[in-house]
């Protein structure tokens, strides 16, 4: 049997892998297989290289580092890093195993890097390791005195780095900015006024600036929160429903 076309699949979607150029080689995330049901019919050429149809023992990734563009390879050009799987998962030892299992626990470490410097962190780290985030993003459910609600919107409040060290707070609508995004389009265009213009390049720097330098992203939070609130604490007594329902209206 030839190991580019191999009967089954040894990579699934979502698996993370390593080409198998170098030991360093990049990382990448399966988002095809050969295996899966086609919903793209096959054109003479198409502008993605990753929607073409596949052959039997190929697969679609996408590399984590994005400095490379999507990709279709053989399988055999791929090492099996990490499968993500979750409490109650049904797995198998092989696809051609007639027993199954459910996932009871799951135990994960990982190696990190600096969001913000790319320098690699040594060692393996577990959740122990690690602090948990507590801040509220859009589709999280949040309670507040009888109330239950949902967060539809946040305002959040970035901190970039831009050309000469300079710090720049910026305000802005919606979770477009994460910690460590790096590029020309982080802050927003100069205004077209010349007084505004003068001032505005003074303070952050010109957006348009020469020598490909980069503005980066080093804090973000949110700031404010637009919730839609859903349903009062029926337990409470009607007294403090009713004044609840006042406050909120």
């Known amino acids: 049997m030839a190991s580019s076309a191999p009967s089954h699949s040894r990579l699934y979607r979502n698996d993370i892998v390593q080409r198998l150029d170098s030991s360093d080689g990049p990382f990448a995330v399966v988002l095809r297989c050969w295996h899966d049901p086609e919903d793209i019919p096959p054109q003479a050429s198409i502008a993605d290289p990753l929607l073409r149809p596949l052959k039997q023992g190929e697969v679609g990734v996408t590399y984590i580092d994005h400095v490379q563009g999507n990709e279709i390879l053989p399988e055999s050009r791929f090492k099996l890093m990490d499968r993500c799987l979750q409490p109650g998962d049904y797995c198998k030892r092989s696809i051609d195993d007639m027993r199954s299992g459910v996932v009871l626990n799951v135990h994960v470490r990982g190696r990190l890097v600096h969001a913000i410097s790319d320098e690699p962190v040594k060692g393996w780290k577990t959740s122990s390791d690690l602090q948990d985030k ?116």
């Open 134 to 249: 507590h801040d509220g993003e859009i589709g999280d459910y949040v309670v507040h005195d009888d109330w239950v609600g949902q967060i539809i919107e946040v305002f959040d409040e970035s901190i970039v780095e831009v050309t000469g060290g300079k710090l720049v707070r910026l305000p802005e609508l919606g979770s477009r900015l994460t910690v460590g995004d790096e590029g020309s389009d982080i802050l927003p265009p100069t205004p077209a006024q010349n007084g505004m213009q003068t001032a505005w390049r003074s303070l952050w720097g010109s957006p348009t600036n020469s020598g490909g330098s980069k503005d980066k992203v080093i804090g973000v939070r949110h700031s404010v929160y637009a919730i839609a609130w859903l349903a009062l604490n029926q337990m409470a007594s009607p007294l403090i429903n009713y004044r609840s329902s006042l406050a909120y209206e």
